[in-house]
Protein backbone atom coordinates (compact mmCIF):
# COMPACT_ATOMS: atom_id res chain seq x y z
CA UNK A 1 0.00 0.00 0.00
CA UNK A 2 1.47 3.24 -0.81
CA UNK A 3 1.29 5.73 2.45
CA UNK A 4 1.57 9.19 1.28
CA UNK A 5 5.34 10.44 2.39
CA UNK A 6 5.24 14.57 1.43
CA UNK A 7 4.95 16.59 4.15
CA UNK A 8 2.57 19.59 4.17
CA UNK A 9 3.89 23.08 3.43
CA UNK A 10 3.19 24.15 6.78
CA UNK A 11 5.74 20.94 8.48
CA UNK A 12 8.15 21.86 5.67
CA UNK A 13 8.30 25.41 7.33
CA UNK A 14 8.51 23.52 10.89
CA UNK A 15 11.16 21.52 9.89
CA UNK A 16 13.22 24.44 7.82
CA UNK A 17 13.17 26.66 10.53
CA UNK A 18 13.81 23.96 13.83
CA UNK A 19 16.98 23.41 12.16
CA UNK A 20 20.05 25.02 13.74
CA UNK A 21 21.97 28.06 11.63
CA UNK A 22 23.53 31.38 12.85
CA UNK A 23 20.53 33.30 11.12
CA UNK A 24 17.40 31.44 12.15
CA UNK A 25 16.52 30.88 16.10
CA UNK A 26 15.08 27.57 17.28
CA UNK A 27 11.81 28.35 18.80
CA UNK A 28 11.35 27.12 22.07
CA UNK A 29 8.50 24.65 22.91
CA UNK A 30 6.75 27.35 25.02
CA UNK A 31 5.47 29.68 22.10
CA UNK A 32 5.13 26.16 19.75
CA UNK A 33 1.98 25.40 18.10
CA UNK A 34 0.12 22.46 18.83
CA UNK A 35 1.22 20.90 15.12
CA UNK A 36 4.83 22.49 15.55
CA UNK A 37 4.90 20.03 18.70
CA UNK A 38 3.63 17.16 17.13
CA UNK A 39 5.66 17.75 14.06
CA UNK A 40 8.79 17.47 16.04
CA UNK A 41 8.03 13.84 17.77
CA UNK A 42 9.89 11.23 17.57
CA UNK A 43 9.25 8.89 14.18
CA UNK A 44 6.33 10.92 13.28
CA UNK A 45 6.63 10.45 9.08
CA UNK A 46 3.89 12.82 7.94
CA UNK A 47 1.14 15.23 10.03
CA UNK A 48 -1.89 16.83 8.30
CA UNK A 49 -3.88 19.31 10.59
CA UNK A 50 -8.18 18.10 9.40
CA UNK A 51 -11.09 19.85 10.09
CA UNK A 52 -12.54 19.55 13.58
CA UNK A 53 -15.08 17.20 14.74
CA UNK A 54 -17.07 17.00 17.39
CA UNK A 55 -15.84 19.06 20.54
CA UNK A 56 -12.30 18.76 19.25
CA UNK A 57 -10.62 22.76 18.80
CA UNK A 58 -8.37 21.05 16.36
CA UNK A 59 -8.28 17.69 14.70
CA UNK A 60 -4.99 15.91 13.65
CA UNK A 61 -3.98 12.79 11.31
CA UNK A 62 -0.61 11.59 12.55
CA UNK A 63 1.63 8.81 11.00
CA UNK A 64 4.22 7.10 13.15
CA UNK A 65 7.00 5.05 11.72
CA UNK A 66 6.90 1.36 13.90
CA UNK A 67 9.00 -1.45 13.97
CA UNK A 68 7.57 -4.00 11.46
CA UNK A 69 8.85 -6.55 14.42
CA UNK A 70 9.45 -4.90 18.14
CA UNK A 71 11.80 -7.64 19.15
CA UNK A 72 13.91 -7.99 15.36
CA UNK A 73 14.67 -4.34 14.33
CA UNK A 74 16.10 -5.74 11.60
CA UNK A 75 13.12 -6.96 9.73
CA UNK A 76 12.57 -2.81 8.61
CA UNK A 77 8.76 -0.30 9.86
CA UNK A 78 5.54 0.34 8.34
CA UNK A 79 3.35 3.32 9.07
CA UNK A 80 0.62 3.52 11.49
CA UNK A 81 -2.17 6.04 11.61
CA UNK A 82 -3.13 8.38 14.60
CA UNK A 83 -6.45 10.50 15.13
CA UNK A 84 -6.09 13.43 17.65
CA UNK A 85 -8.77 15.03 18.77
CA UNK A 86 -6.80 17.49 20.78
CA UNK A 87 -9.41 19.79 23.28
CA UNK A 88 -7.31 21.10 25.90
CA UNK A 89 -3.54 19.98 27.70
CA UNK A 90 -5.67 19.81 31.00
CA UNK A 91 -8.22 17.60 30.17
CA UNK A 92 -7.74 13.72 30.03
CA UNK A 93 -6.97 11.96 27.39
CA UNK A 94 -9.25 9.05 25.85
CA UNK A 95 -7.00 6.64 24.26
CA UNK A 96 -8.87 4.94 21.70
CA UNK A 97 -7.29 1.67 21.00
CA UNK A 98 -8.69 0.36 17.56
CA UNK A 99 -9.11 -3.70 16.99
CA UNK A 100 -9.33 -3.02 13.23
CA UNK A 101 -8.84 0.31 11.04
CA UNK A 102 -10.18 3.93 12.10
CA UNK A 103 -13.77 4.39 11.22
CA UNK A 104 -14.32 7.40 12.38
CA UNK A 105 -12.54 10.59 13.92
CA UNK A 106 -15.18 11.90 16.16
CA UNK A 107 -15.39 11.60 19.63
CA UNK A 108 -16.39 8.47 21.11
CA UNK A 109 -18.90 7.20 24.16
CA UNK A 110 -15.70 8.79 26.87
CA UNK A 111 -14.51 11.99 25.13
CA UNK A 112 -17.89 13.15 24.26
CA UNK A 113 -18.45 12.75 28.09
CA UNK A 114 -15.74 14.04 29.23
CA UNK A 115 -15.20 16.86 26.66
CA UNK A 116 -11.52 15.28 26.58
CA UNK A 117 -8.96 14.74 24.19
CA UNK A 118 -9.55 11.64 21.92
CA UNK A 119 -6.15 9.90 20.62
CA UNK A 120 -7.10 7.14 18.37
CA UNK A 121 -5.02 4.61 17.10
CA UNK A 122 -5.03 2.43 14.27
CA UNK A 123 -4.42 -1.32 15.15
CA UNK A 124 -1.23 -2.66 12.82
CA UNK A 125 -1.99 -3.95 9.41
CA UNK A 126 -5.81 -3.18 9.57
CA UNK A 127 -7.10 -0.60 6.50
CA UNK A 128 -4.21 2.27 6.26
CA UNK A 129 -1.99 0.71 8.47
CA UNK A 130 -1.26 -2.05 6.24
CA UNK A 131 2.09 -2.37 4.55
CA UNK A 132 2.42 -3.65 0.88
CA UNK A 133 3.36 -7.14 2.21
CA UNK A 134 2.90 -8.68 5.73
CA UNK A 135 5.11 -11.06 7.92
CA UNK A 136 2.09 -12.55 9.63
CA UNK A 137 4.24 -14.12 12.45
CA UNK A 138 4.50 -10.74 13.25
CA UNK A 139 0.87 -9.70 13.89
CA UNK A 140 0.84 -10.42 17.70
CA UNK A 141 -0.34 -8.81 20.56
CA UNK A 142 2.91 -8.06 22.39
CA UNK A 143 3.65 -5.99 19.00
CA UNK A 144 0.52 -4.78 18.71
CA UNK A 145 0.93 -3.24 22.38
CA UNK A 146 4.20 -2.07 21.92
CA UNK A 147 2.90 0.17 18.89
CA UNK A 148 0.56 1.79 21.53
CA UNK A 149 2.62 2.58 23.93
CA UNK A 150 5.21 4.24 21.81
CA UNK A 151 2.47 6.50 20.84
CA UNK A 152 0.97 6.89 23.92
CA UNK A 153 4.25 7.46 25.57
CA UNK A 154 4.79 10.41 22.35
CA UNK A 155 2.20 12.00 22.39
CA UNK A 156 2.18 12.26 27.05
CA UNK A 157 5.37 13.60 26.49
CA UNK A 158 4.51 16.47 24.08
CA UNK A 159 1.27 17.66 24.91
CA UNK A 160 -0.33 16.11 27.79
CA UNK A 161 2.44 15.60 30.79
CA UNK A 162 0.20 16.06 33.55
CA UNK A 163 -3.32 14.61 31.85
CA UNK A 164 -5.00 11.73 32.95
CA UNK A 165 -4.77 9.07 30.20
CA UNK A 166 -7.74 6.49 29.85
CA UNK A 167 -7.91 3.43 27.14
CA UNK A 168 -10.72 2.01 25.55
CA UNK A 169 -11.46 -0.20 22.88
CA UNK A 170 -15.05 -2.05 21.72
CA UNK A 171 -14.78 -5.98 20.91
CA UNK A 172 -11.35 -6.37 19.03
CA UNK A 173 -10.41 -3.39 20.33
CA UNK A 174 -11.74 -4.51 23.66
CA UNK A 175 -9.20 -7.48 23.17
CA UNK A 176 -6.53 -5.02 22.23
CA UNK A 177 -7.21 -2.89 25.23
CA UNK A 178 -6.65 -5.79 27.84
CA UNK A 179 -4.02 -6.90 26.02
CA UNK A 180 -1.85 -3.48 26.46
CA UNK A 181 -3.35 -3.27 29.90
CA UNK A 182 -1.71 -6.77 30.62
CA UNK A 183 1.70 -5.93 28.70
CA UNK A 184 2.05 -1.87 30.19
CA UNK A 185 0.02 -1.94 33.25
CA UNK A 186 1.26 2.00 33.88
CA UNK A 187 1.00 3.18 30.44
CA UNK A 188 -2.80 4.42 31.17
CA UNK A 189 -4.07 5.78 34.36
CA UNK A 190 -7.77 2.89 33.86
CA UNK A 191 -8.98 1.25 31.36
CA UNK A 192 -12.91 1.01 29.87
CA UNK A 193 -13.56 -2.44 27.70
CA UNK A 194 -16.94 -2.73 25.90
CA UNK A 195 -18.22 -5.88 24.52
CA UNK A 196 -15.04 -8.39 23.81
CA UNK A 197 -14.45 -12.20 24.41
CA UNK A 198 -11.70 -13.57 25.94
CA UNK A 199 -11.03 -16.71 24.11
CA UNK A 200 -9.48 -19.93 25.65
CA UNK A 201 -9.74 -21.77 22.23
CA UNK A 202 -9.32 -21.17 18.47
CA UNK A 203 -13.08 -22.62 18.78
CA UNK A 204 -13.82 -22.02 21.69
CA UNK A 205 -16.93 -24.17 22.83
CA UNK A 206 -18.28 -21.86 25.62
CA UNK A 207 -20.16 -19.93 22.41
CA UNK A 208 -22.23 -23.44 21.57
CA UNK A 209 -23.19 -23.22 25.26
CA UNK A 210 -24.07 -19.46 25.27
CA UNK A 211 -26.31 -20.52 21.94
CA UNK A 212 -28.18 -23.42 23.57
CA UNK A 213 -29.22 -21.64 26.91
CA UNK A 214 -29.28 -17.94 25.90
CA UNK A 215 -32.88 -15.97 25.73
CA UNK A 216 -36.08 -18.27 26.33
CA UNK A 217 -36.62 -21.74 24.65
CA UNK A 218 -39.46 -20.19 22.64
CA UNK A 219 -37.07 -17.76 21.47
CA UNK A 220 -34.16 -19.96 20.67
CA UNK A 221 -36.32 -22.29 18.84
CA UNK A 222 -37.59 -19.42 16.95
CA UNK A 223 -33.96 -19.17 15.28
CA UNK A 224 -33.31 -22.81 15.00
CA UNK A 225 -36.33 -23.16 13.17
CA UNK A 226 -35.50 -20.40 10.92
CA UNK A 227 -32.14 -22.57 10.11
CA UNK A 228 -34.06 -25.06 8.94
CA UNK A 229 -35.98 -23.22 7.02
CA UNK A 230 -32.90 -21.82 5.34
CA UNK A 231 -32.03 -25.18 4.52
CA UNK A 232 -34.94 -26.66 3.80
CA UNK A 233 -35.06 -23.87 0.86
CA UNK A 234 -31.46 -23.91 0.38
CA UNK A 235 -31.65 -24.82 -3.82
CA UNK A 236 -33.86 -21.54 -4.10
CA UNK A 237 -31.39 -19.66 -2.14
CA UNK A 238 -28.24 -20.97 -3.73
CA UNK A 239 -29.61 -19.15 -7.04
CA UNK A 240 -30.74 -16.10 -5.01
CA UNK A 241 -26.90 -16.20 -4.12
CA UNK A 242 -25.70 -16.46 -7.20
CA UNK A 243 -27.87 -13.83 -9.01
CA UNK A 244 -27.06 -11.28 -6.02
CA UNK A 245 -23.08 -12.56 -6.60
CA UNK A 246 -23.38 -11.85 -10.23
CA UNK A 247 -24.85 -8.65 -10.17
CA UNK A 248 -22.72 -7.13 -6.87
CA UNK A 249 -19.63 -8.59 -8.23
CA UNK A 250 -18.82 -10.87 -5.27
CA UNK A 251 -17.43 -14.48 -5.11
CA UNK A 252 -16.15 -16.75 -2.09
CA UNK A 253 -12.79 -18.63 -2.02
CA UNK A 254 -14.88 -21.80 -0.99
CA UNK A 255 -17.43 -21.72 -4.10
CA UNK A 256 -21.25 -20.25 -3.57
CA UNK A 257 -22.53 -23.32 -2.05
CA UNK A 258 -19.99 -23.50 0.88
CA UNK A 259 -20.85 -19.47 1.58
CA UNK A 260 -24.40 -19.89 1.91
CA UNK A 261 -24.38 -22.63 4.51
CA UNK A 262 -21.93 -20.63 6.28
CA UNK A 263 -23.85 -17.89 5.75
CA UNK A 264 -27.04 -20.03 8.02
CA UNK A 265 -24.94 -21.00 10.29
CA UNK A 266 -24.02 -17.81 11.49
CA UNK A 267 -27.26 -17.24 11.57
CA UNK A 268 -27.58 -17.52 15.15
CA UNK A 269 -24.62 -15.60 16.06
CA UNK A 270 -25.10 -12.96 14.69
CA UNK A 271 -28.97 -12.93 15.21
CA UNK A 272 -27.89 -12.90 19.10
CA UNK A 273 -24.99 -10.29 18.47
CA UNK A 274 -26.94 -7.80 17.25
CA UNK A 275 -29.89 -7.85 18.99
CA UNK A 276 -32.02 -8.84 16.17
CA UNK A 277 -36.03 -8.49 16.83
CA UNK A 278 -37.41 -12.26 17.32
CA UNK A 279 -40.48 -11.00 15.54
CA UNK A 280 -38.47 -10.02 12.75
CA UNK A 281 -37.71 -13.82 12.14
CA UNK A 282 -40.30 -14.97 8.71
CA UNK A 283 -42.37 -17.59 9.61
CA UNK A 284 -42.40 -20.86 7.44
CA UNK A 285 -44.52 -20.07 4.51
CA UNK A 286 -41.96 -16.56 3.70
CA UNK A 287 -41.09 -16.59 0.11
CA UNK A 288 -37.29 -17.55 -0.51
CA UNK A 289 -36.92 -13.85 -1.66
CA UNK A 290 -38.09 -13.12 2.19
CA UNK A 291 -36.11 -15.75 3.57
CA UNK A 292 -32.82 -14.91 2.00
CA UNK A 293 -33.66 -10.80 2.58
CA UNK A 294 -33.85 -11.52 6.44
CA UNK A 295 -30.96 -14.15 6.25
CA UNK A 296 -28.30 -11.17 4.83
CA UNK A 297 -30.03 -8.65 7.04
CA UNK A 298 -28.94 -10.61 9.84
CA UNK A 299 -25.64 -11.74 8.62
CA UNK A 300 -24.39 -9.97 5.66
CA UNK A 301 -22.04 -11.09 3.31
CA UNK A 302 -18.78 -9.23 5.04
CA UNK A 303 -17.63 -12.13 6.79
CA UNK A 304 -17.30 -14.81 4.49
CA UNK A 305 -16.92 -12.61 0.55
CA UNK A 306 -13.71 -12.71 -0.85
CA UNK A 307 -12.78 -9.40 -0.94
CA UNK A 308 -14.15 -8.67 2.67
CA UNK A 309 -11.51 -11.83 3.76
CA UNK A 310 -9.15 -10.06 2.38
CA UNK A 311 -9.72 -7.11 4.02
CA UNK A 312 -9.96 -8.65 7.05
CA UNK A 313 -7.11 -10.97 6.79
CA UNK A 314 -5.63 -9.58 10.11
CA UNK A 315 -8.53 -10.24 12.39
CA UNK A 316 -8.66 -14.22 11.22
CA UNK A 317 -5.09 -14.31 11.52
CA UNK A 318 -5.01 -12.89 15.09
CA UNK A 319 -7.94 -14.80 15.67
CA UNK A 320 -6.58 -18.17 14.46
CA UNK A 321 -3.47 -17.70 16.18
CA UNK A 322 -4.07 -16.14 19.72
CA UNK A 323 -6.99 -14.23 20.05
CA UNK A 324 -9.50 -16.98 19.38
CA UNK A 325 -12.97 -17.43 17.35
CA UNK A 326 -15.61 -19.95 17.50
CA UNK A 327 -17.40 -22.66 15.09
CA UNK A 328 -20.31 -23.70 14.36
CA UNK A 329 -22.04 -26.87 15.33
CA UNK A 330 -23.74 -28.96 12.78
CA UNK A 331 -25.28 -32.01 14.66
CA UNK A 332 -28.53 -30.05 14.49
CA UNK A 333 -28.66 -29.66 10.75
CA UNK A 334 -26.68 -33.29 10.33
CA UNK A 335 -29.56 -34.12 7.64
CA UNK A 336 -28.77 -31.15 5.69
CA UNK A 337 -24.85 -31.40 5.53
CA UNK A 338 -24.43 -34.89 5.87
CA UNK A 339 -21.72 -34.37 8.46
CA UNK A 340 -21.35 -33.56 12.40
CA UNK A 341 -18.23 -32.12 12.26
CA UNK A 342 -18.10 -28.83 13.19
CA UNK A 343 -17.32 -25.85 10.83
CA UNK A 344 -14.22 -24.04 11.58
CA UNK A 345 -12.34 -20.84 9.94
CA UNK A 346 -9.13 -22.66 8.79
CA UNK A 347 -9.76 -21.29 5.25
CA UNK A 348 -8.96 -18.01 6.11
CA UNK A 349 -5.54 -18.05 6.91
CA UNK A 350 -3.35 -16.04 4.71
CA UNK A 351 -2.37 -18.33 1.41
CA UNK A 352 0.11 -20.77 1.74
CA UNK A 353 0.93 -20.25 5.69
CA UNK A 354 -1.37 -21.78 8.88
CA UNK A 355 0.02 -21.65 12.50
CA UNK A 356 -1.40 -23.57 15.57
CA UNK A 357 -3.45 -21.40 18.06
CA UNK A 358 -1.37 -20.25 21.22
CA UNK A 359 -4.08 -20.42 24.03
CA UNK A 360 -1.14 -18.78 26.36
CA UNK A 361 -1.41 -14.95 25.66
CA UNK A 362 -5.27 -15.60 26.28
CA UNK A 363 -4.65 -17.09 29.54
CA UNK A 364 -1.77 -14.70 30.26
CA UNK A 365 -4.28 -12.11 30.22
CA UNK A 366 -7.08 -14.17 32.29
CA UNK A 367 -4.21 -14.58 35.19
CA UNK A 368 -3.32 -10.69 35.00
CA UNK A 369 -6.96 -10.05 35.80
CA UNK A 370 -7.45 -12.70 38.76
CA UNK A 371 -4.69 -11.62 40.39
CA UNK A 372 -2.90 -8.03 39.86
CA UNK A 373 -5.13 -5.62 37.35
CA UNK A 374 -6.31 -2.55 38.84
CA UNK A 375 -8.48 0.15 37.55
CA UNK A 376 -10.26 -1.41 35.19
CA UNK A 377 -14.43 -1.32 33.82
CA UNK A 378 -16.17 -3.86 31.61
CA UNK A 379 -18.98 -3.45 29.84
CA UNK A 380 -20.99 -6.34 28.33
CA UNK A 381 -24.24 -7.17 27.07
CA UNK A 382 -26.27 -9.68 27.88
CA UNK A 383 -27.57 -11.66 24.98
CA UNK A 384 -24.44 -10.31 22.94
CA UNK A 385 -23.10 -13.74 21.49
CA UNK A 386 -20.00 -12.85 21.92
CA UNK A 387 -20.86 -12.52 26.12
CA UNK A 388 -20.28 -16.24 25.83
CA UNK A 389 -16.56 -15.43 26.08
CA UNK A 390 -17.04 -12.09 28.36
CA UNK A 391 -14.45 -11.90 31.10
CA UNK A 392 -15.08 -13.66 34.55
CA UNK A 393 -13.87 -11.72 36.87
CA UNK A 394 -13.55 -13.14 40.55
CA UNK A 395 -15.32 -12.07 43.87
CA UNK A 396 -11.74 -10.00 44.63
CA UNK A 397 -11.69 -8.11 41.85
CA UNK A 398 -13.32 -4.81 43.18
CA UNK A 399 -11.08 -4.49 45.81
CA UNK A 400 -8.54 -3.69 42.92
CA UNK A 401 -11.46 -1.58 41.43
CA UNK A 402 -11.67 -4.14 38.34
CA UNK A 403 -15.89 -3.81 37.66
CA UNK A 404 -18.06 -5.76 35.38
CA UNK A 405 -21.49 -4.36 34.26
CA UNK A 406 -23.83 -6.49 32.34
CA UNK A 407 -26.90 -4.80 30.58
CA UNK A 408 -30.15 -7.33 30.98
CA UNK A 409 -30.75 -8.26 26.86
CA UNK A 410 -27.94 -6.21 25.82
CA UNK A 411 -26.32 -6.85 22.61
CA UNK A 412 -22.87 -6.03 21.22
CA UNK A 413 -23.93 -2.60 20.54
CA UNK A 414 -23.94 -1.78 24.45
CA UNK A 415 -22.28 0.86 25.99
CA UNK A 416 -22.60 2.73 29.18
CA UNK A 417 -25.60 5.47 27.43
CA UNK A 418 -27.57 1.97 27.13
CA UNK A 419 -27.99 1.20 30.77
CA UNK A 420 -30.46 2.87 33.28
CA UNK A 421 -29.53 6.53 34.18
CA UNK A 422 -28.91 5.21 37.78
CA UNK A 423 -26.60 3.11 36.31
CA UNK A 424 -24.89 4.97 34.35
CA UNK A 425 -23.98 7.06 37.07
CA UNK A 426 -22.47 4.60 38.91
CA UNK A 427 -20.56 3.51 36.20
CA UNK A 428 -19.52 7.09 36.14
CA UNK A 429 -19.15 7.66 39.49
CA UNK A 430 -16.21 5.01 39.29
CA UNK A 431 -14.34 6.52 36.33
CA UNK A 432 -14.65 9.81 38.17
CA UNK A 433 -12.69 8.53 40.67
CA UNK A 434 -10.30 7.80 38.71
CA UNK A 435 -9.64 10.91 37.28
CA UNK A 436 -9.50 12.10 40.44
CA UNK A 437 -6.88 10.07 41.84
Known amino acids: MKLFRSFSLTLFVVLFISCKTTQTPVATTGNLSTFEKLASMEHVVSIEKREPVSHFDENYEIWFEQP????????????????????????????????????????????????????????????KSRPETIDWNTLTIENAAKDQKRIIDAIRKTL????????????????????????????????????????????????????????????????????????????????????EAKEKEMSWEFGVENALDYTILEYAFAFWQWGTPIESIPNKNASPEAIYKHLIDVVGYGFFEEKSVEALQPYFWAALTQQGIYGYETAPFKQYLNTEDIYKFDWAFPDGITKDFDPIPMKDIQTFLDNSAEDMLFIYGEYDAWSATAVELDKDAAKREVYKFVLPQGSHTTRIKSFSPEKQKEIYNIIDGWLKE
Open 68 to 127: IDHNNLSKGTFKQRVFLGFENPSKPVIVELQGYGIGSEKAGELASHYQANQLNIEHRYFN
Open 160 to 243: YPDAKFISTGISKGCQTTMAHRRYFPDNVDACVCYVGPLNFEREDPRVYEFLNTVSTQENRDKVREFQELCFENRAALLEIMKQ
